[in-house]
């Protein structure tokens, strides 16, 4: 790969697609099946931003099953600067007889003919201060052989391009658009403002620290029904699935501190 070729291609790139362009080359020329670029940093997004060429099959199994929130690999780029591949993760296990979803997201990807991948992340604040994360993955299917002598080779020059290319594709979406009033998108798509009680704030501000309801309940001199009620009504606003969700997406949205 010539590296200050491909860089030139992507300061000249005017549109996402003049950047998918380039990427897809650059991607096929190492060997892999496909890439997908996401902006792994929005948790309260069920849909984020995304572009790739792995194909309409895997892409719209990930979408349908909701791998976004469950995929092994997003926890991993979000918490790292660092390429890794997926066989760099631990092997997901079944809990009491139930595949987890990291389970199903890397069985699924498998299923597809995809036998390891190589994972760049990229983070960014943005104007108000936030961090952002974002990460572009390269789909093998080839010999695992293979796989591990072209990480070997080219790796470390893949990093750099990625570092640029994620770059102007952030400053191709507008980055600083996404500031503004924390919203939460309905299941019918609308986007509503997310206010929070007082209540709702300490309960989920508690749990961020780790503490249990019953230990929230005794910090705040309230009812563990109460705390449930707060905690349920919060999920609620938040459109979240789980406790854990609710909080990653209140700490996101600037609603608590940690």
Known sequence: ????????????????????????????????????FID??????????????????????????GFVTVDPVLRRARRTNTP???????SPRASRGRKSGAHRTMEAARDHGFRDGL????HFT?????VHSSCTCFFWSGPLQRFRVMTGTSARDLHLVMIYWA??????????????EPVIKTSAGE??????????????????????????????GLSEDTVEWHMRN?????????????????????????
């Open 84 to 90: 890794f591949c997926w066989s760099d993760l631990p």
């Open 234 to 258: 919060a999920l609620s606003k938040l459109d979240a699935a789980n406790k854990t969700h609710a909080v990653t997406k209140a700490i996101y949205l600037g609603l608590i501190d940690v």
């Open 1 to 36: 790969m010539n590296v200050e070729a491909v860089l030139s291609e992507i300061e000249r790139a005017r549109s996402l697609e003049d950047l998918r362009i380039v990427l897809d080359r650059v991607s096929a020329d190492l060997g892999f099946a496909g890439f997908n």
């Open 40 to 65: 792994a940093g929005r948790p309260d997004l069920d849909a984020p931003f995304w572009m790739g060429t792995t194909g309409a099959r895997w892409e719209s199994e990930y979408v349908t099953n």
């Open 126 to 130: 943005d104007p108000i201060g936030r």
């Open 119 to 122: 994972v760049v992340p990229f």
């Open 167 to 180: 770059q102007r594709a952030i400053d191709l979406v507008a980055v600083d658009a996404r500031a503004g």
């Open 191 to 220: 986007a509503e403002p997310v206010r929070l009680t007082d209540r709702e704030r300490d309960v989920l501000a508690w749990a961020a620290r780790g503490l249990t309801m019953p230990e929230t309940a005794e910090r705040l």
